[in-house]
Every structure is written in C-alpha cells, then in structure tokens.
C-alpha cells in the first residue's frame, strides 16, 4: 500500500471520529447514526492494519538474517494480543 494511500486512509479515519465526535455533542444526535458511524470506523481501521500488515510484513523481513526472526517473533506476538 502506498504511503500516500495509508495517509488517505488515516485521514478519512479521523474524519470520521471527528464527525462522531461532533454528533456525539449534539443535544438531538442520532445513537443508530452514530452506531453506524463507529462501526464504519472500526471496518476502516481493521482494513488499513490488515492491509498494511500484509505489505509491509514482507518489506520488514526481506533483508534476513536474526534480527528478522526476532521481529518476527515479535510481529506474531504483537498480532496475537487481540
């Protein structure tokens, strides 16, 4: 993924917390709208770390060697936590 779509993708996050954020304020805000809002937030979120996971995993570790599998080792901890 391209470093000017992984900033697209992060801006359009933002956006929308923001947008939750100021619906959130209002006195007569939309709860279903704002359900809505954050589970689009949440879908947009988990593509852009899956995508970003399966690009830049293989870019991390292309150079070999111990330390790439002690970040590797690492990488699956991480991933794993949920």
Same mark, same amino acid.
């Given at each position: ?9 992060? #801006?359009?996050?933002?956006?929308? /917390? @923001?947008?939750?954020k100021r619906m959130?304020?209002? =006195? +007569?805000? !939309? ?19 899956? #995508?970003?996971?399966?690009?830049? /995993? @293989? ?7 111990? =330390? +790439?599998? !002690? ?12």
């Amino acid at each position: 993924m391209p470093k000017k779509n992984i900033e697209n993708r992060i #801006n359009n996050i933002i956006g929308q /917390l @923001n947008a939750i954020k100021r619906m959130d304020s209002e =006195k +007569n805000s !939309d709860c279903t709208q704002i359900i809505v809002q954050l589970k689009a937030v949440k879908a947009a979120t988990s593509s852009l770390y899956e #995508n970003y996971l399966s690009i830049n /995993l @293989n870019t991390c570790l292309q150079s070999g060697g111990r =330390k +790439n599998k !002690d970040l590797l080792n690492n990488l699956i901890k991480e991933i794993s936590k949920n």
